[in-house]
């Protein structure tokens, strides 16, 4: 059974840093990683969506890498802003074509 | 951008009561599913449909759970006789192909059951 642990679990940073999130997942069979953002209360948006056989994904200040062979991903945020707080989520796909969710990491940034 | 929507965004429930929850996928997508999260705890699948029919469910989606594909464009759950442990947040979520282009997820309807 796959799972997906999320580390840390909450985090705080100061306006402008350069941070990164953590996600490992047990089953290497996947077909791919997806990082979303939940703010409170609210649905999940969709950040980055990295395939099996890709290394890294990039969107704006954000970078995902994944290597699937040690089970693992990054979500690197650039520059940080106080609208970036919001929890992020990592979620895996595999062969049964549905998604296994993370713990998430709360992430505040501050003024 | 298409979106999934999803209505409504808050119900109350009485306990033993029947509600629906309705969601309106992205129009060519083909995979459809609900999750749920309740407060404070990870995302949960709940069921997978596809052509027509249920593709996968958790043991969470027992016999009080349904879904159904009435129309053309609407993708609904039912939940039959509502248990206070059932109060979560309920996304539904759709694909054209998952393993390609990942996951629409909805913004969610906050069940509360009292």
């Known amino acids: 059974k796959q799972e997906v642990t999320q580390i840390p679990a909450a985090l705080s940073v100061p306006e402008g840093e350069n941070l990164v999130l953590n996600c490992s997942f047990t089953?290497?069979?996947?077909?791919?990683l997806q990082w979303f953002r939940q703010d409170p209360g609210k649905g999940l948006t969709s950040l980055l969506l990295?395939?099996?056989?890709?290394r890294e994904q990039t969107s704006g200040r954000l970078n995902a890498s994944l290597d699937k062979s040690s089970g693992r991903s990054t979500l690197y945020i650039a520059a940080s802003q106080p609208g970036d707080s919001a929890t992020y989520l990592c979620a895996v796909s595999g062969t049964a074509s549905k998604l296994t969710f993370g713990t998430g990491t709360r992430l505040q940034v501050t003024l | 951008e298409p979106e999934v929507t999803q209505t409504p965004s808050h119900q109350v429930t009485q306990m033993g009561q029947e509600v629906i929850l309705r969601c309106v996928p992205i129009s060519n997508h083909l995979y459809f599913y609900w999750y749920r999260q309740i407060l404070g705890q990870k995302v949960e699948f709940l069921v997978s449909?596809?052509?027509?029919?249920?593709?996968?469910k958790s043991e969470i989606f027992d016999d009080q759970f349904s879904v159904e594909r009435p129309d053309g464009s609407n993708f609904t759950l039912k939940i039959r006789s509502t248990k206070l442990e059932d109060s979560a947040m309920y996304f539904c979520a759709s694909t054209q192909l998952a393993a390609l282009y990942g996951y629409t997820f909805g913004s969610g309807t906050r069940l509360t059951v009292v």
């Open positions: 990295i395939q099996s056989s890709q």
């Open positions: 089953d290497s069979a996947i077909y791919n």
């Open positions: 449909f596809y052509n027509n029919e249920i593709s996968e």
